[in-house]
C-alpha cells in the first residue's frame, strides 16, 4: 500500500469501525433481547441460526482490541453502543453495568491518544421495543430521544464524534420491505413508516445531543451505486428509482427537506399522517456527513411488476466474497455528488468501506482498500471536502443475516478460541498509519 499520510489533506484521519452486536457479546453484562436474537432464532433468517450472544467477546476483552486499534495507528475508532445495554427494556431504567462498560471504552480510547467517534444505534432495537412495532411505531422518536440522553449524559462529555443511527436505508429498506435484517418484514406501509420515523428519530437525537453541549454531530448513510443493465429507458427509469430509494431519499429529508418523487410514487399513500411537518426537525443542522460505500448494482426493470419493479443484474466485474462487484469509482463519485447536491462544504468521511474476504494472507483486501483510497483521493482533487476514512472493520464479526462466514476484519478471530490474529491488511495500514 503505497501511501503516506501526506497525499491526503492536513488534518485527514484514519481509522476503524465496529458496531455493539456485531462484536461485544450481548449475553453479557445485563444487556436485554434485541429483536435480532428473535429474528436469528428463527429458522430461515440467519446461516446456523447464528445470533451476536458472544460474538467476538469484545465485552471481556475490550483493552486487548483497544491494543490493537492502537496497534495500527488509527486516529478514530468508530463504535456503537447498544439501545438494549444501555436500557434493557428500551425505556425506562438504564443498566448500570451497560453504562459502565461504555465508559470505560471511551476512557481507553481517550487513554490511547485515540477519537471516540460514537453510533447511537446500529441495529440491536431493544425486544420491548420492537414488540410495540419498532420503528414503524410513531413513539420511536420520543423512546430514541430518552435512550440518547442516557447513554449522553455518560460518555458525551468525552467523544470526538456522535451519528444517531448508522444506514438508515437498512433500517429501513432492507429490514421491513426486503425482509433481510431484523425485524424480517415484507411490507410497504411498514417500509414507509420506518423510513419516515428513522429520519425524525435521527432528527429528534441530533437536537438532544446538541442542547447536551455536544458537538461534532453527523448523519452516516450507506450508499449503493445503481447502473442501468442496458440502454433501455425501462432499466435506466428503474436504475433512477433504485438510486432514489437508496440514496437520495434520506439526503433528500436530510438537506433538501423533501423525499424524491420516485420514492413518492410509491410510499406516499403509506407515510404516516403529517409527514410533511417533520422536515424541521430531520433537518436539524449537521457538522458532517459519513458516507458507507462497499459496491454497485446493475438494475433491470421487471415489466408488470407493482413499484419499484426493478430487479439486480448479474454482476460484470470482480466480487468479494459477499458476491458484491468490486467498484471504487463510485466512491469517488458519491462523495463529489454529495457535496454538490446536498452538503457542500461540510466535511464528508467514508464512516465505512471494506471487503469481505476469508485469503490469507489477504492480499486481496489491501488491494481492494488501496483502490478505495484511490478513488477518496480523485473526490479530493475534484474538490470533495472529505476530511476521514474508516476502514469497516478492525475484526471479523458477527455479519447478521450472514453470521460468522463472511469475515470483513483486518484481525482474524477464531471464533471457537476468540483468539485475535492481525491480518496482513492489518500490517500494510499500521505501516504508513503509524509512520
Ligand atoms: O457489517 C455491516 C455493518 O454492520 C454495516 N455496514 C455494512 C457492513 C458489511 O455488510
Known amino acids: 500500500m503505497?501511501?503516506?499520510?501526506?497525499?491526503?489533506?492536513?488534518?485527514?484521519?484514519?481509522?476503524?469501525?465496529?458496531?455493539?452486536?456485531?462484536?461485544?457479546?450481548?449475553?453479557?453484562?445485563?444487556?436485554?433481547?434485541?429483536?435480532?436474537?428473535?429474528?436469528?432464532?428463527?429458522?430461515?433468517?440467519?446461516?446456523?441460526?447464528?445470533?451476536?450472544?458472544?460474538?467476538?467477546?469484545?465485552?471481556?476483552?475490550?483493552?486487548?482490541?483497544?491494543?490493537?486499534?492502537?496497534?495500527?495507528?488509527?486516529?478514530?475508532?468508530?463504535?456503537?453502543?447498544?439501545?438494549?445495554?444501555?436500557?434493557?427494556?428500551?425505556?425506562?431504567a438504564a443498566n448500570a453495568e451497560g453504562l459502565d462498560f461504555y465508559d470505560r471504552l471511551v476512557d481507553?480510547?481517550?487513554?490511547?491518544?485515540?477519537?471516540?467517534?460514537?453510533?447511537?444505534?446500529?441495529?440491536e432495537l431493544p425486544q420491548a421495543l420492537a414488540d410495540k412495532g419498532g420503528w414503524r411505531n410513531a413513539?420511536?422518536?420520543?423512546?430514541?430521544?430518552?435512550?440518547?440522553e442516557t447513554i449522553i449524559g455518560r460518555i458525551g462529555d468525552r467523544i470526538w464524534s456522535a451519528a444517531p443511527i448508522n444506514e438508515p436505508w437498512c433500517v429501513g429498506w432492507l429490514s421491513h420491505f426486503d425482509g433481510h435484517h431484523a425485524p424480517g418484514l415484507r411490507d410497504i406501509r411498514a417500509t414507509a413508516r420506518a423510513m419516515h420515523h428513522v429520519l425524525?428519530?435521527?432528527?429528534?437525537?441530533?437536537?438532544?445531543?446538541?442542547?447536551?453541549?455536544?458537538?461534532?454531530?453527523?448523519?452516516?448513510?450507506?450508499?449503493?451505486?445503481?447502473?442501468?443493465a442496458s440502454d433501455a429507458p425501462e432499466d435506466i427509469a428503474a436504475a433512477r428509482r433504485y438510486d432514489a430509494i437508496y440514496n437520495r431519499f434520506f439526503m433528500g429529508g436530510l438537506f433538501k427537506g423533501a423525499y424524491p418523487d420516485?420514492?413518492?410514487?410509491?410510499?406516499?399513500?403509506?407515510?404516516?399522517?403529517?409527514?410533511?411537518?417533520?422536515?424541521?426537525?430531520?433537518?436539524?443542522?449537521?457538522?458532517?456527513?459519513?458516507?458507507?460505500?462497499?459496491?454497485?448494482?446493475?438494475?433491470?426493470?421487471?415489466?408488470?411488476?407493482?413499484?419499484?419493479?426493478?430487479?439486480?443484474?448479474?454482476?460484470?466485474?470482480?466480487?468479494?466474497?459477499?458476491?458484491?462487484?468490486?467498484?471504487?469509482?463510485?466512491?469517488?463519485?458519491?462523495?463529489?455528488?454529495?457535496?454538490?447536491?446536498?452538503?457542500?462544504?461540510?466535511?464528508?468521511f467514508v464512516t465505512e468501506n471494506g471487503m469481505a474476504s476469508g485469503a490469507a494472507p489477504d492480499e486481496d483486501r489491501i488491494q481492494y482498500l488501496a483502490e478505495h483510497l484511490m478513488a477518496v483521493r480523485a473526490a479530493v482533487a475534484d474538490g470533495a471536502p472529505v476530511a476521514g476514512y474508516f476502514v469497516w472493520s478492525l475484526m471479523d464479526n458477527y455479519e447478521w443475516a450472514l453470521g460468522y462466514e463472511k469475515r470483513f476484519g483486518l484481525v482474524h478471530v477464531d471464533f471457537e478460541t476468540l483468539a485475535r490474529t492481525p491480518k496482513a491488511s492489518y500490517h500494510a495500514l499500521a505501516d504508513w498509519w503509524r509512520r
Not at 444487556?31 to 430461515?44: C, E, I, L, N, R
Open 262 to 348: 420516485d420514492v413518492l410514487e410509491g410510499l406516499e399513500p403509506h407515510l404516516p399522517h403529517g409527514w410533511q411537518d417533520d422536515f424541521p426537525v430531520i433537518q436539524s443542522p449537521l457538522d458532517w456527513v459519513g458516507v458507507n460505500y462497499y459496491t454497485r448494482k446493475r438494475i433491470a426493470a421487471v415489466e408488470g411488476a407493482p413499484w419499484p419493479a426493478y430487479a439486480e443484474a448479474p454482476t460484470e466485474g470482480p466480487t468479494t466474497d459477499m458476491g458484491w462487484e468490486i467498484y471504487p469509482d463510485a466512491l469517488c463519485d458519491f462523495l463529489t455528488r454529495t457535496a454538490r447536491e446536498y452538503t457542500g462544504d461540510l466535511p464528508l
Open 108 to 123: 481507553g480510547l481517550l487513554a490511547r491518544g485515540i477519537s471516540p467517534a460514537l453510533t447511537l444505534y446500529h441495529w
Open 200 to 228: 425524525v428519530s435521527h432528527g429528534r437525537a441530533t437536537q438532544v445531543m446538541k442542547a447536551m453541549g455536544v458537538g461534532n454531530l453527523g448523519a452516516v448513510c450507506n450508499m449503493e451505486w445503481a447502473t442501468p
Open 2 to 92: 503505497d501511501f503516506t499520510r501526506a497525499d491526503f489533506p492536513d488534518g485527514f484521519r484514519f481509522g476503524v469501525a465496529t458496531s455493539a452486536y456485531q462484536i461485544e457479546g450481548h449475553q453479557f453484562g445485563g444487556a436485554g433481547q434485541t429483536h435480532w436474537d428473535s429474528f436469528a432464532a428463527t429458522p430461515g433468517n440467519v446461516v446456523r441460526f447464528e445470533n451476536g450472544a458472544v460474538a467476538c467477546d469484545h465485552y471481556h476483552r475490550m483493552d486487548e482490541d483497544l491494543d490493537l486499534i492502537q496497534g495500527l495507528g488509527a486516529d478514530v475508532y468508530r463504535f456503537s453502543t447498544s439501545w438494549a445495554r444501555v436500557m434493557p427494556e428500551g425505556t425506562g
Open 139 to 148: 413513539d420511536m422518536p420520543d423512546w430514541f430521544a430518552d435512550y440518547t
